[in-house]
């Protein structure tokens, strides 16, 4: 949700939440001019535009509501000063809206380090495949999960191999994200697991140790980067992606044929917040909307500014519109398609995952006993029956505000008047009631306009045709040339 005042406090703390506002963004003002537009030329075939699956239009559709009050919203007030704010409702999208994914990525990333990875050191690895592979990954699930899966098994028998005292039997823990996306809004399948930095076993007492890899050397992971490679041209050669002469050639390529393994990332058990920090990279959203910006609003180009310096140097990528589109459409995950996965003793029916687990950082009970106060808090305002239900909710779903105030370390319902905590009232949702309240505070009563779909430009003069006499050749404008650049 995004919250906005009804009313302009005279001082505002500089600890207040700030409200967004979505339509003033470089992307939403892009996707309201251009949308109707690509999707034209998407079912027409025009350009190079494939047709755009239900779920995409679908996507782009609700984040142009996402943050919009005229769509309707929550309202909240504070008891003690009477000041009250509008929170509009968000759209959770997966693939456009930044706040929404925003969101998701800080509130998995909350419930992984409270509740799912033991205070115990964890270790970054990232699996990268070479480009003429990446596509299959990219299109068959099925062959994505069982190269995740060859890496895994390779990383499991180092980890044992490497810490001392861990029997055959040990397994390891590790939660992993399929990235289909690239730092240049590039599609680029590759993986980014975290993985416990050890193994787990039963000692001779019968209980669950954990037993810490310390020899893992780069000669190690180079070797588990050998194995996995090995392993990938044999699963595409029998999955009928590539032929065994094609399998024969990658393996004799220098640089490790394009495969690449990165391990170089290490959490020490006792820092939790750069866990967290940590989690929260690995889910990021695939685009950052704050690198979006117009380089020339007449000629609509826009410019993105890239994590780092590409290959050929470039720090900004210079695109129009539809490109921009093209890219995000290319980027939205097909719906009830898992982004991240447990696996080994972090599994969700593996026999240790309740042990392993139940030591988690202290941080997580504060985190609860918040969210409980507030919950409760908020029903005893709402109602004073006795026979209400209790608060349950699940351990992997954060309250709004109680999210907000650990990404941004200010709580959101807190007054900008008088700093008291506010509560929520009432959710408006009915079109006159809507219309009625934006206008009577000077707000927009009605969302932001979307352009209809537009024809080609005119051309400001007509190209009188020529006519040949037949049998006649042309000169070509430009020398032939028959490279073609790969």
Not at 279 to 306: G, I, M, S
Request: charge should be neutral.
């Amino acid at each position: 949700m995004a919250t906005d005042d009804t009313s302009t406090p005279s001082e505002q703390s500089p600890d207040v939440y700030r409200p967004r506002r979505p339509a003033d963004t470089v992307l939403y003002q892009i996707v309201a001019q251009h949308l109707e537009t690509y999707l034209y030329l998407a079912r027409q075939g025009d350009l190079d535009f494939d047709a755009v699956p239900e779920y995409v239009e679908r996507e782009f559709r609700k984040y142009l509501a996402c943050g919009i009050l005229a769509h309707g919203f929550a309202r909240g007030r504070c008891a003690n000063c009477g000041h009250d704010v509008l929170i509009a409702f968000s759209c959770k999208g997966r693939g456009v809206c930044g706040s929404c994914n925003g969101r998701r990525m800080a509130e998995l990333a909350a419930h992984l380090t409270d509740h799912v990875f033991p205070v115990q050191p964890v270790r970054q690895w990232v699996l990268s495949v070479p480009k003429r592979l990446r596509y299959f990954l990219q299109q068959d699930p099925a062959t994505a999960t069982a190269v995740l899966h060859i890496f895994l098994r390779a990383l499991e028998t180092e980890l044992r191999r490497v810490s001392p005292g861990a029997g055959p039997k040990a397994r390891f823990g590790a939660v992993s994200f399929l990235h289909r996306f690239g730092g240049a809004i590039n599609a680029n399948f590759h993986y980014h697991c975290c993985v416990l930095d050890g193994v787990f076993a039963l000692d001779a007492a019968g209980t669950v140790r954990f037993y810490e890899a310390i020899e893992l050397t780069q000669a190690r992971i180079d070797a588990v980067q050998a194995k996995v490679r090995r392993r990938v041209l044999k699963a595409f050669v029998r999955r009928g992606w590539l032929e065994p002469d094609e399998a024969q050639e990658m393996l004799q390529w220098d640089h490790a044929g394009g495969f690449s393994i990165d391990a170089s990332v290490r959490i020490e058990a006792w820092d939790r917040a750069a866990l967290e920090r940590l989690l929260r990279y690995c889910a990021r959203p695939p685009f950052a909307n704050d690198r979006l910006e117009w380089d020339d609003p007449a000629q609509q180009t826009v410019l993105y500014h890239l994590p780092k310096p590409a290959p050929d140097g470039r720090v900004v990528l210079k695109l129009q519109p539809l490109e921009l589109i093209d890219k995000l459409v290319a980027l939205i995950p097909p719906p009830r398609r898992h982004r991240h996965r447990y696996h080994g003793v972090l599994a969700p029916n593996a026999p240790w995952r309740e042990q392993i687990t139940a030591d988690a950082n202290e941080q997580a009970h504060l985190a609860e006993r918040l969210e409980q106060t507030v919950a409760e808090k908020a029903q005893s305002d709402a109602t004073d029956d006795a026979e209400s239900k209790p608060f349950n909710r699940p351990r992997s779903r954060y309250l709004w505000a109680v999210l907000l105030a650990r990404i941004f370390e200010v709580f959101p319902l807190t007054c900008a008047r008088c700093g008291q905590e506010m509560r929520i009232i009432a959710f408006v949702i009915e079109a006159a009631s809507v219309q009625r309240i934006l206008d009577h505070i000077g707000e927009p009563s009605t969302p932001p306009g979307i352009s209809p779909c537009r024809g080609p430009p005119q051309w400001e003069e007509t190209v009188e045709p020529v006519f040949l006499d037949e049998g006649v050749q042309p000169e070509p404008e430009y020398p032939p040339d028959q490279t073609v650049s790969w």
